[in-house]
């Protein structure tokens, strides 16, 4: 199929309208034409925010746009967070934003100039009536798209709506910053977003937005929309100064997200909402939809053919548009679970607001607004020039140098349980590479407890004298670290390959019976392992006792219980893996019965001094097993057991979960555990940088971060984040040995990358 003579595009959107202008542009003979079903002056919400980068992409793809879209934007750079009557403002962040009736009314001059056929007041006929008249069919109608709809099968949809109730309205007057706004009512929390977007006249964009059950228990179900915008106006009246809010055609909506597996189905092809959506907290749809328009202009023109241009646009766009989602996904959900961050002290809620997505980050908002985020630094206990991450935490007697933690990770090099030279020079490299706390993988409390045959134990005198050698080396050789053992024990996920020759698959032969708390095998290959009794519990309770015991003679500074990942003690929690009629399953208290067992045993003979933590799966990431309100419960009945800090994994619980995985995408359930129960909590999850893991520290959303896959990486991870960040302090002391290697050596320069699609004239 040759370059596309006859586009049609169905929606006159931003997205829609700028894809028809450039596809014109790039071939001034096409026929290009444009359904929209509502009249020219229709529009709905009020302003629309570009960022500096969309803007840029303009400039070089059609000038005559950027040039009058600059002649109309507001611009500012401060942000006002006003909570609980104290405002604090962040400056240095850079916004653009104009009316979108004006974006649409530049849209329209544009395409007419260009020869784009505009069909107002006018339904487009179907994508699959349209897609055998025309070369090409660019299906920019909306997130309601029924393009998408009448081939669901084709595109693979999947819809998810959620849990809070907006709307959109305006105010005839400029706020002077971008402003967030609490209301703590009655009826429970309210949040406004409100922005300028028009200099002539001076307007601003307000959006009001509430959880479901806020909205339902105000009254706002009964109210038409004079009676809302009359009622969001006097709840705001603070903001707004006492001046009235307006609406257009408002009605309150529950977001919702828009995923497709594919983007295109023969010569047609979806984008702007239709193909992705964003939460409008991150300001995302319109510029989202802008760039899909660029980036499908530049591939129909670099390819050979409509198939291919289409397969490279998807594959140009969608990692881009994952990583928005994500983010835009991020600040949904803090927004969703607000109430469990209003207790914060406010300059600390504000930054925590502003670094909701991780977009905006401690690193990048330091040279925004030094001042703003030296202040938080300030309340958060750094002394000058030190990170947050080098801040000193106290568990019990065991303070810890730094917020770094080596995250227990399973070696499988043991032999018959005893830890080797590999296990002394690993956690050995990781204690001299600065973290505060190293920790080991789980180290089983039987033979029939391990996982693999190279699992680590503490069930013989033998291994405890080979672990004395590890913990040693570590007090000796790196002093100020501290070492952690992880205890735990298999349960049904026993008896595998070791994890290079199969994770999670059965030895072919030399397998040991399996102990679970019902008789549910972990994959449908796997053993089935028997339902414990009376006597069988007891049994393993004092085997985990023992092994503490050895662990204290083995010099560990802190001792975890391991009740994450599917193993016993996690199976015992999670109602999809136990199945029990006694007392030890049913409802969640029953549940947690045996591990608090466990846990109270072990506690009693681990020194009253030194600190125990327990890991959980804070959800199965699967329907019908553990959530995250059930994770708050469980950590607060090990907090009020005597644990001294939860450790929040997710998952591995059950074969067919559906994780859903991102950067630090197990933060969220960390931070609503900590935030509701005062809890210390350790994170875990895709904390890949020095940056996330000062950011996740001073938002309040964790007291420590496990880091793994990047201790794998550079053993010196710590060491060097202090390198990198210019920190020679106590929080990162480097051997003497290697002090000559303390200071970050110079790179090679790197280019920036050239405009994405540049046109002339």
């Known amino acids: ?214 909205w339902e228990a105000a009254g706002f179900a009964e109210l038409d929309e004079r009676e809302s915008t009359e009622r969001c106006a006097k709840i705001f009246t603070d903001a707004l100064g006492g001046r009235p809010l307006r609406g257009n055609n408002s009605s309150w909506i529950n977001f919702r997200s828009v ?9 047609t092809v979806l984008i702007g909402d239709a193909a992705h959506t964003a939460h409008f907290s991150i300001g995302s749809g319109t510029k989202l939809a802008v760039e899909d328009a660029l980036a499908l202009a530049a591939c129909l023109d670099e390819q050979p053919d409509i198939p291919a241009a289409l397969q490279a646009y998807e594959t140009e766009r969608r990692p881009v548009v994952a990583s928005t989602q994500r983010a835009a996904r991020a600040s949904l959900e803090w927004f969703e679970h607000l109430p469990d961050h209003l207790g914060q002290p406010p300059r600390q809620f504000a930054f925590n607001l502003l ?54 990770m399973d070696m499988y090099s043991a032999v018959g349980g005893v830890p080797g030279d590999f296990h002394l020079v690993h956690l050995g490299a990781r204690a001299l590479g600065g973290a505060g706390l190293v920790m080991t993988e789980m180290v089983c409390v039987s033979e029939r407890g391990r996982i693999t045959p190279g699992c680590a134990g503490l069930y013989t005198d033998g291994q405890a004298e080979a672990w004395r050698r590890v913990t040693d080396f570590v007090h000796d050789r790196a002093p100020g670290a501290a070492i952690g053992l992880q205890l735990g024990h298999s349960g049904r996920k026993g008896s595998t390959k070791l994890m290079w020759d199969g994770i999670d698959e059965p030895l072919p032969d030399g397998n040991w019976p399996l102990d679970a708390a019902s008789p549910l095998p972990y994959r449908p290959d796997s053993q089935t392992p028997r339902e414990l009794t009376r006597a069988g519990l007891t049994e393993i309770r004092e085997q985990f006792v023992a092994a503490a015991r050895r662990a204290d003679r083995a010099g560990f500074d802190l001792l975890e219980l391991h009740c994450a ?46 600190p125990m933590t327990v890991r959980i799966s804070a959800t199965d990431w699967a329907d019908g097993g553990t959530t995250a309100d059930d994770a708050v419960d469980i950590a607060r009945a ?124």
Not at 356 to 380: G, I, M, P, Y
Request: charged share 25%.
């Open 565 to 610: 990942h599917g193993y016993l003690l996690s199976g015992f929690l999670s109602p999809l893996t136990n199945r029990r009629t006694d007392a030890y399953g049913g409802s969640l208290p029953g549940r947690l019965r045996y591990p608090l067992e466990v846990f109270d045993a072990v506690r009693e003979v681990w020194p009253e001094g030194r």
């Open 638 to 761: 090990f907090a009020d057991h005597g644990a001294d800090a939860i450790d929040v994994s997710t998952g591995q619980v059950v074969s067919n979960e559906r994780p859903a995985y991102g950067r630090s995408y197990q933060t969220p359930y960390a931070d609503r555990i900590r935030n509701r129960t005062g809890i210390p909590v350790i994170t875990v999850g895709a904390v890949s940088s020095w940056d996330d893991v000062n950011s996740l520290l001073l938002a309040g959303r964790a007291d420590l971060c496990a880091l793994a896959r990047p201790h794998l990486y550079d053993p010196h991870w710590t060491l060097h984040a202090a390198a990198e960040q210019g920190y020679a302090g106590p929080g990162a002391t480097w051997p003497v040995q290697y002090r000559a290697g303390s200071r970050r050596p110079q790179t090679g320069r790197t280019d920036a990358p050239k405009p994405r699609l540049k046109l002339g004239g």
């Open 355 to 408: 670094t909701r997505s991780r977009r905006v980050t401690h690193d990048n908002l330091r040279l925004r607004d030094a001042d703003f985020t030296r202040a938080v630094e300030r309340d958060f206990g750094c002394p000058d020039g030190t990170p947050p991450m080098f801040t000193p935490f106290r568990l019990r007697d065991l303070t810890l140098r730094n917020r770094v933690v080596v995250s227990p």
């Open 259 to 267: 995923v497709n597996s594919r983007w295109s189905h023969g010569n």
């Open 1 to 214: 199929m040759a370059a596309p003579h006859r586009i049609a595009v169905i929606g006159g959107g931003p997205g829609g309208l700028y894809a028809a202008a450039l596809l014109k542009r790039l071939d001034p003979a096409r026929e290009v034409t444009v359904w929209e079903r509502n009249a020219p002056d229709d529009t709905f919400g009020f302003g629309v925010v570009l960022s500096d980068e969309t803007l840029g992409g303009i400039e070089h793809a059609d000038p005559a746009v950027h040039a009058a879209l600059q002649a109309e934007f507001v611009r500012w750079d401060d942000i006002d967070i006003v909570h609980r009557d104290r405002r604090h403002t962040s400056g240095g962040h850079g916004f653009a934003a104009l009316g979108r009736r004006r974006l649409l009314e530049i849209l329209h001059e544009r395409c007419r100039s260009l020869g784009v056929e505009l069909r107002f007041r006018t339904w487009a006929p179907p994508a699959a009536e349209l897609s055998t008249a025309y070369d090409l069919v660019v299906a920019a109608d909306g997130v309601h798209s029924l393009t998408r709809e009448a081939h669901a099968d084709a595109f693979g949809p999947s819809l998810t709506t959620h849990r809070c109730r907006y709307i959109w309205l305006a105010a005839d007057f400029a706020f002077d910053a971008f402003r967030f706004e609490i209301a703590e009512t009655e009826h429970g929390v309210m949040q406004l977003h409100g922005y300028p977007y028009s200099r002539d006249p001076d307007a601003s964009t307000v959006i009001v937005e509430m959880r479901e059950e806020v």
